[in-house]
């Protein structure tokens, strides 16, 4: 593995054959710079608390997860003046804009998401008598791991990062409210703390594209198994 694992997947830039750098054009049949579009990020928990780490819970996630937002990497700077106003900067930290990541989900009946967000916070503490009583004071019963895959819409991973540390903190008891005039689907989000910095590799982005393809048979089986029952007679 390469020591800044950022600088390892090198961008073979012969790919695109005919650069139009001026006029900003780059479609047409013959052009191989294909644009990278968003909506088809895939979130996987690879690892849950030790109490809820099976594949149930990890697989309803990835299912009921719409959308996803995630901090930025920033460089902090300090600055010197010298004379006559003329300033000099040097890089001091690299730090995360936020410690937190946004997941949105749609909620189904019999309520797996809040449940198992509820069970996941309930953990950490146990509201009735304010201390731990499920668990022991060890990390790997409490925090999990959070891999984020971008993809193309042929579901080609393009970028990948693994979070560490990951633990809710908010349950949204409010996405229940109710009115006579409002049946609309609920849906809310819940933000995940996490911790240090996101892990990117080629060993990641490889290990990304084996759990996107294992999805993607999945719902392959799925899908011949509905056309196999429609064209049944019944």
Same mark, same amino acid.
């Given at each position: 593995m *390469?020591?800044?694992?950022?600088?390892?997947?090198?961008?073979?830039?012969?790919?695109?054959?005919?650069?139009?750098?001026?006029?900003?054009f780059? !479609?047409?049949?013959s052009?191989?710079?294909?644009p990278? @579009? $968003?909506?088809?990020?895939?979130?996987?928990?690879?690892?849950?608390?030790?109490?809820l780490?099976n594949?149930?819970n990890?697989q309803?996630?990835t299912?009921?997860c719409?959308?996803?937002? =995630?901090? $930025?990497?920033?460089?902090?700077?300090?600055?010197?003046?010298?004379?006559?106003?003329?300033?000099w900067?040097?890089?001091?930290?690299?730090?995360?804009?936020?410690?937190?990541?946004?997941?949105? =989900?749609?909620?189904?009946? !019999? @309520?797996?998401?809040?449940r198992? @967000? *509820?069970?996941?916070?309930?953990?950490?503490?146990?509201?009735?008598? !304010?201390?731990?009583?499920? @668990?022991?004071?060890?990390?790997?019963e409490?925090?999990?791991?959070l891999?984020?895959?971008?993809?193309?819409?042929?579901?080609?991973?393009?970028?990948?990062?693994?979070? !560490?540390?990951v633990?809710?903190?908010?349950?949204s008891?409010?996405?229940?409210?109710?009115?006579?005039?409002?049946?609309?689907?609920?849906?809310?989000?819940?933000?995940?703390?996490f911790?240090?910095?996101?892990y990117?590799?080629?060993?990641?982005?490889s290990?990304?594209?084996?759990?996107?393809d294992?999805?993607?048979s999945? *719902?392959?089986?799925?899908?011949?198994?509905?056309?196999?029952?429609?064209?049944?007679?019944?």
């Amino acid at each position: 593995m *390469a020591l800044n694992p950022y600088l390892a997947a090198e961008l073979d830039y012969t790919t695109y054959r005919y650069p139009d750098r001026f006029r900003k054009f780059f !479609g047409e049949h013959s052009n191989n710079a294909d644009p990278m @579009i $968003s909506g088809f990020g895939v979130v996987f928990f690879t690892y849950l608390p030790t109490a809820l780490n099976n594949i149930q819970n990890k697989q309803i996630l990835t299912a009921l997860c719409t959308n996803s937002s =995630f901090p $930025s990497m920033s460089v902090n700077l300090e600055e010197y003046n010298g004379r006559d106003g003329g300033r000099w900067r040097v890089p001091t930290t690299v730090a995360m804009s936020d410690q937190s990541i946004t997941l949105h =989900f749609w909620e189904l009946v !019999g @309520i797996p998401i809040y449940r198992l @967000i *509820a069970s996941w916070i309930t953990l950490l503490r146990n509201p009735q008598y !304010g201390y731990m009583t499920e @668990i022991s004071w060890r990390q790997s019963e409490y925090k999990g791991k959070l891999m984020y895959c971008a993809c193309t819409p042929d579901m080609k991973v393009q970028y990948a990062k693994v979070y !560490g540390g990951v633990m809710p903190t908010n349950l949204s008891d409010d996405a229940f409210n109710s009115s006579i005039e409002n049946q609309a689907k609920v849906e809310y989000d819940v933000t995940f703390s996490f911790d240090h910095y996101p892990y990117s590799s080629t060993e990641i982005t490889s290990q990304a594209q084996n759990m996107v393809d294992l999805m993607l048979s999945e *719902a392959d089986t799925v899908i011949r198994s509905k056309y196999t029952d429609a064209a049944a007679m019944s």
